[in-house]
Structures are given as C-alpha cells and as structure tokens.
C-alpha cells in the first residue's frame, strides 16, 4: 500500500522560509516522478512543483519559480520543497503526489497525472 507523508507544515512571516518533506514508503520511489500540489480556501488544487525520477529535472509554476526548491532524495525515499520569501498568497494545505507514469516534470502538472497523494500539510504565511 502505498502511503505519501508530508511534514514541515506551520506558520511562518511574510518574507520567511519553511520546508516540507514528504515520506513515501509501499512503492519503488525512484520509479516515480514526484510533485507537489496546494490547495488554499474555497480554491481547487493547483500544481507546485514536480521533480522527475533521478532529480534531474524539475519544472515550477510561476508563481513559486525562483523562490521554492524541489529536491529529492531515493535513498530516503523523501521529496522536498524549500520554499522561501512566503507571501501570504502561499497559504494553502500542501500536497505530496506521486505519478507512476513518470512523465517528464513539464508533463505533469495536472490533478489527474498522479497516481498517489499525501494528506497535506497546512502552511499559512501571516502578513
């Protein structure tokens, strides 16, 4: 059974830092292309970040590029996103996915590319 775990969650500063990891454990992780997903109130779900299965690649949305950082590690079967200089706007329950088609990071940035998903982690940036 697969099972997806993220940790880190929490309240942070506009301006400030926090990551978050995501344990995956009941699957091959280095077979998978890894995401990350948020969701804030009263919005849908809405792509983050997605690493592909060696680390080689990663592709980000705009509004996260060039402050949030996708890594993974296959030894430890975690995923990682750095996320610095926080906006309020980034308030939303995040979420860990796992696509087992592993599609090239660009290739999946929809809801209904991934097979698994984690329960979220809450992350509110106070102003």
């Known amino acids: 059974q697969v099972q997806l775990v993220e940790s880190g969650g929490g309240l942070v500063q506009a301006g400030g830092s926090l990551g978050l990891s995501c344990a995956a454990s009941?699957?091959?992780?280095?077979?998978?292309?890894m995401g990350w997903f948020r969701q804030a109130p009263r919005k849908e779900r809405e792509f983050v970040a997605a690493?592909?299965?060696?680390?080689?690649?990663?592709y980000y949305a705009d509004s996260v590029n060039g402050r949030f950082t996708i890594s993974r590690d296959n030894v430890k079967n975690t995923v990682y996103v750095q996320m610095n200089s926080l906006k309020p706007e980034d308030t939303a329950v995040y979420y860990c996915?796992?696509?087992?088609?592993?599609?090239?990071?660009?290739?999946?940035?929809?809801?209904?590319?991934?097979?698994?998903w984690g329960q979220g982690t809450q992350v509110t940036v106070s102003s």
């Open positions: 690493i592909s299965w060696d680390g080689g690649r990663t």
């Open positions: 996915a796992a696509d087992s088609a592993r599609r090239r990071p660009s290739m999946a940035r929809t809801v209904g590319e991934y097979d698994n």
């Open positions: 009941g699957l091959i992780f280095s077979h998978y292309t």
